[in-house]
Structures are given as C-alpha cells and as structure tokens.
Nanobody, 116 residues
C-alpha cells in the first residue's frame, strides 16, 4: 500500500503561484509514473500533468506553459509548480501514482482556490 500525502494548496490571487507537493511512502523511481489530477465542483476529475519514470511529461492544454511537474527521487516527492493561476484553476488537486499495471494510488487531495 503506497501512501501519498499532498500539501501546498491554499488561496491565491489570480496571477499568483503555488507549489503542490506529494510525498510518497515508497521509492517513486520504481513507479511507472506519477501525476496530478484535479476535480472542480460538478466536473469530472481530469489529468493536469504527468511524469513518467523516463522523465517524459504530459500536460493538459489548459495548463501548458503555466504548470510544471517535477520530482525529487531522494525525497520521494513529486511537485506541481503552478504559475499565472486563473480562477478556473480552482479545484481539488490529487496526486496519483501509477505503480504498476495492476496498482495505482491516490492522495487525499488538496484544495486550490484562485480568487481576488
């Protein structure tokens, strides 16, 4: 059982920045990949950014050029740097671990609110 603990959410003004962190209980380098998803009220959960073991990245079109996913293997932590935040980025952000073809895990979520 892999545990994922997110942190770094909060309230920020439009145009501001936040950095989300996801600390895993196991060695993330062994995972197939990790990613960040978000879910806004009344909407389906959607992929925001993903990072494979081979360091390939994938971003939702709505966040390209503003968000950056990265990892620190030594700390078993994945980050999501979010810049130029917009009100439509408001959502609960979830960390996801693709451990193997049979196992995936989710964090508990962290709220991001963008409002003036």
């Amino acid at each position: 059982q892999v545990q994922l603990v997110e942190s770094g959410g909060g309230l920020v003004q439009p145009g501001g920045s936040l950095r989300l962190s996801c600390a895993a209980s196991e060695n993330i380098f062994s995972f197939n990949g990790m990613g960040w998803y978000r879910q806004a009220p009344g909407k389906q959960r959607e992929l925001v950014a993903a990072l494979t073991r081979g360091a390939n990245t994938n971003y939702a079109d709505s966040v390209k050029g503003r968000f950056t996913i990265s990892r620190d293997n030594a700390k078993n932590t994945v980050y999501l740097q979010m810049n130029s935040l917009k009100p439509e980025d408001k959502a609960v952000y979830y960390c996801h671990a693709d451990v193997s073809p049979m196992y995936e895990y989710w964090g508990q979520g962290t709220q991001v609110t963008v409002s003036s």
